[in-house]
């Protein structure tokens, strides 16, 4: 039923701080802290649990180190809001994400997609490294990997990733001086460069090694170089969020003609300066939302305060970009 690929096995989770369970709710609750809230069950009648649990957090990812000790059958659902790249360190494990099917052990890693349905199946001697990424960040590193904003809609990656060999053993070699640093020398991780250089090698390794839809624009030769009036009007629209630019307004800012704008986007960038700003403010909605109170917060109110303010167009929008409407962020 399982294959295991040759890989060297770190069964040992010896970390200083982890901690251990012994019982379904505490582990459940133990690692809901890190990842999100899931189900938890013992697959033997007669099974005894004893998970590990070990985490650190960067910013916008994690390393996690999870061992359960006994067969179990975990079902997050839908992660929504974060990717996670799951390195076995030793054992076996069953991953059913949407309509697909993996049977994965140290070698083949798992990268289910957020908005699909996630259960999984760990046997007893499985032990899982689990980077967790924020899914704003990852976006955005990959539209910067591009130099173009992501029109193929959110980022969509093939269950599995084989470790054995070029960026895939790159990554899973980097997580684990990752890990080391944080062992070993935890102070270095204060300094903001050094998170920000981490998690930008953590997120490119990962992005040349699987399989998703923006793989081909990847792989394909560079952009040419971004001029200076792209790169002004970029800083521009990442920056100013106190004001809204139409095309005019920010030729203005700019120094240019409306015409001499559209056509070095679209020999840098690939498309046009408007269609550029909405995708930055999407963006902002999206990440408004995430960190938004449910309770007093509303779509509406947040999706205009970035200039959106036909609600039926902005919902089409919303959903192309994250695979999901903007009513379903804001309620977590």
């Known amino acids: 039923m399982f294959s295991t690929l040759p890989y060297t096995e770190q069964r040992c989770l010896q970390h200083t701080g982890q901690q251990h369970m012994t019982d379904v709710d505490q582990a ?7 990842m999100c809230p899931h189900d938890l069950e013992m697959l033997r009648r007669d099974g005894q649990l004893d998970a590990t649990m070990w985490s650190r957090r960067l910013r916008d990812t994690s390393v996690n180190d999870i061992a359960y000790g006994d067969d179990v059958q975990i079902v997050p659902g839908h992660l ?10 030793s054992g076996n494990s069953v991953i059913r994400c949407g309509g697909q099917e993996a049977y994965t052990g140290p070698g083949i890693a798992a990268v289910p997609n957020p ?24 976006h955005a590193h990959l539209a910067r990997m591009l130099g173009r904003p992501l029109y193929r809609g959110p980022l969509d990656l093939d269950l599995t990733v084989d470790l054995n060999a070029g960026a895939g053993r790159a990554f899973a070699e980097d997580v684990a001086r990752v890990v080391n640093r944080m062992e070993c020398a935890p102070e270095l991780y204060r300094h903001h460069n050094l998170i920000e250089v981490t998690e930008e090698s953590l997120m490119t390794l990962l992005l040349l090694a699987a399989n998703h839809n923006y793989r081909e624009d990847l792989d394909a030769d ?7 009036i792209v790169r002004s009007s970029l800083d521009i629209l ?8 139409t095309q005019a307004r920010l030729a203005d800012a700019v120094g240019v003609s409306t015409r001499t704008l559209e056509r070095k986007f679209q ?17 902002r909605v999206h990440q408004k939302l995430l960190a938004a109170d449910p309770d007093t917060a509303t ?3 947040i999706s205009r305060g970035e200039g959106f303010f036909n609600r039926g167009r902005f919902a089409a929008d919303y959903r192309h970009r994250f695979g999901r409407p903007p009513s379903d962020t804001l309620a977590g």
């Open 222 to 228: 560079p952009a040419p170089a971004t001029s200076r």
């Open 28 to 34: 459940r609750a133990v690692v809901q802290r890190s």
């Open 115 to 138: 908005g699909e349905w996630l259960s999984m199946r760990w046997t007893g001697a499985c032990a899982q490294r689990v980077v967790r990424f924020e899914l704003p960040a990852l």
């Open 80 to 89: 929504e809001s974060f990717f996670v790249a799951m390195i076995p360190l």
């Open 299 to 301: 779509v509406a109110d």
């Open 238 to 245: 990442h920056n100013d969020t106190e004001r809204y630019y």
């Open 267 to 283: 020999e840098t960038l690939g498309v046009s300066p408007m269609n550029y700003y909405k995708s930055v403010r999407l963006d």
